[in-house]
């Protein structure tokens, strides 16, 4: 039987974390919360204003674990494409560090992430259900949950 699971209580919990800590904050997170945390405000950006209004986000900093993340709900396509966007930023992706990030975003064309969002906005992974089942079933590792696991 699959624990049900709110993703607004783990976004409640671990948002306000990153906000006060930042990459450090993030590299403290058991990796189920990282894989969380690096697909969630990545989804919500790119569908809201694609992938430079991602990439901008001070929450972006987890973009060269995205594809990654992804693929370990098993959302395989939208990985891919994230991929395939991180390789605009150069072999070592988007840089960790805002200001160097948006200085790298800044010699890549927007037109170069218009098919890639398309491609994205286009996915029929539900990657809401996808990361619902992937908290529900590493329920330990969440720390929002701490007072669930037996």
């Not at 306000?16 to 990459?23: H, N, R, T, V």
């Not at 894989?35 to 969630?40: E, G, I």
């Amino acid at each position: 039987m699959t624990t049900s699971v709110n993703l607004n209580d783990v976004i409640e919990h671990i948002y306000p974390l990153i906000d006060e800590g930042g990459l450090e904050a993030y590299r403290n997170l058991s990796k189920p919360e990282r894989v969380f945390f690096a697909t969630w405000p990545a989804g919500c950006e790119i569908c809201n204003g694609g992938f430079a209004q991602y990439y901008r986000d001070s929450y972006a900093f987890a973009a060269v674990d995205c594809p990654e993340a992804y693929r370990t709900i098993g959302a395989a396509e939208c990985a891919d494409i994230i991929e395939t966007a991180n390789k605009k930023f150069g072999e070592s992706g988007p840089a960790r560090d805002r200001a160097k990030r948006k200085e790298q975003l800044g010699g890549i064309a927007a037109t170069e992430f218009e098919k890639l969002e398309d491609a994205f906005y286009k996915c029929d992974e539900d990657t809401t259900t996808m990361l619902e089942e992937f908290v529900a079933e590493n329920i330990e590792h969440f720390s929002v949950y701490a007072d669930r696991v037996e």
